[in-house]
């Protein structure tokens, strides 16, 4: 196993982790903690009743907490799914952002905190040779349920240092959109594209409240003009963007 990072400025343990059930981590998931305040996200981090955990955590002053060792299996992802995967778990490192998240007003996040999330997560995608189409938000692994770390996280930052995949947000336009209640092929050829890239979306025919959830998840990391679940042209072409361009 690849050693743990040396930025974590101090060890702050979790009881709660598991066995890898010999799975190597190829996944990086980003979360925020949608709390009050550090304290609180920690102590529910490290409660066993609770059953929740992070290999790290990043304070909003830009301090990195490790809670999980990174050969262990972090209890951060719950029911998820990415390209036919579903024990996330064990395949994925999992960062907890302190932030309040949506119920909180979503609120710019600080330069020191994005920073060190920036250095964490190239440290690790460089470790563990994590693909660029990995490195995930919360959100699109679990869409129907999740909606962190937001549609304000600075996925482009990241990526121009070297983390996660994207492409330029196509500019909104006019023109022809899909919406939940259409159906027919062109929803299930958006559906075929969406699931092609990995998001856990079956081939139906109908636009669905599922769909729109994972309509949404792609907005919120790869199109965060607007997030509304309306798969408009900019959105598609997006989308069709970062399939023509996955890395190899």
Same mark, same amino acid.
């Given at each position: 196993?690849?050693?743990? %990072? $040396?930025?974590?400025?101090?060890?702050?343990?979790?009881?709660?982790?598991?066995?890898?059930?010999?799975?190597?981590?190829?996944?990086?998931?980003?979360?925020?903690?949608?709390?009050?305040?550090?304290? @609180?996200?920690?102590?529910?981090?490290?409660?066993?009743?609770?059953?929740?955990?992070?290999?790290?955590?990043?304070?909003?002053?830009?301090?990195?907490?490790?809670?999980?060792?990174?050969?262990?299996?972090? *209890?951060? @992802?719950?029911?998820?799914? *990415?390209?036919?995967? +579903?024990? #996330?778990?064990?395949?994925?490192?999992?960062?907890?952002?302190?932030? $309040?998240?949506?119920?909180?007003?979503? $609120?710019?996040?600080?330069?020191?905190? #994005?920073? @060190? #999330?920036? !250095?964490?997560?190239?440290?690790?995608?460089?470790?563990?040779?994590?693909?660029?189409?990995?490195?995930? !938000?919360? %959100?699109?692994?679990?869409?129907?349920?999740?909606?962190?770390?937001?549609?304000? &996280?600075?996925?482009?930052?990241? !990526?121009? /240092?070297?983390?996660?995949?994207? #492409?330029? /947000?196509?500019?909104? +336009?006019?023109?022809? &959109? &899909?919406?939940?209640?259409?159906?027919?092929?062109?929803?299930?050829?958006?559906?075929?594209?969406? !699931?092609?890239?990995?998001?856990?979306?079956?081939?139906?025919?109908?636009?669905?409240?599922?769909? +729109?959830?994972?309509?949404? @998840? &792609?907005?919120?990391?790869?199109?965060?003009?607007?997030?509304?679940?309306?798969?408009?042209? %900019?959105?598609?072409?997006?989308?069709?963007?970062?399939?023509?361009?996955?890395?190899?």
């Amino acid at each position: 196993m690849t050693p743990d %990072s $040396p930025l974590a400025t101090r060890i702050q343990p979790s009881p709660n982790h598991g066995e890898r059930l010999g799975k190597r981590p190829d996944m990086l998931i980003l979360h925020y903690t949608g709390m009050d305040g550090e304290a @609180a996200a920690l102590q529910r981090l490290a409660d066993p009743i609770a059953e929740v955990s992070a290999h790290y955590v990043v304070l909003e002053d830009g301090t990195i907490l490790q809670m999980v060792p990174e050969g262990r299996r972090a *209890w951060h @992802a719950g029911r998820a799914s *990415w390209q036919g995967e +579903r024990d #996330v778990n064990s395949r994925s490192l999992g960062i907890e952002i302190v932030h $309040p998240g949506h119920v909180g007003g979503l $609120p710019p996040y600080p330069e020191a905190q #994005v920073a @060190a #999330v920036t !250095a964490l997560a190239c440290d690790i995608v460089v470790r563990w040779a994590i693909p660029a189409d990995r490195v995930l !938000a919360h %959100s699109d692994i679990a869409p129907d349920r999740k909606e962190d770390p937001g549609e304000n &996280f600075p996925w482009r930052r990241l !990526a121009a /240092e070297g983390v996660g995949h994207h #492409v330029p /947000e196509v500019p909104l +336009r006019d023109g022809r &959109f &899909f919406a939940e209640g259409d159906a027919g092929q062109p929803i299930e050829a958006l559906q075929a594209m969406l !699931a092609l890239y990995g998001y856990d979306q079956p081939v139906t025919g109908t636009f669905d409240p599922h769909m +729109r959830a994972v309509v949404t @998840a &792609f907005q919120r990391h790869f199109r965060q003009a607007r997030v509304d679940g309306i798969a408009d042209a %900019s959105t598609i072409t997006t989308l069709r963007d970062l399939i023509a361009s996955r890395p190899t």
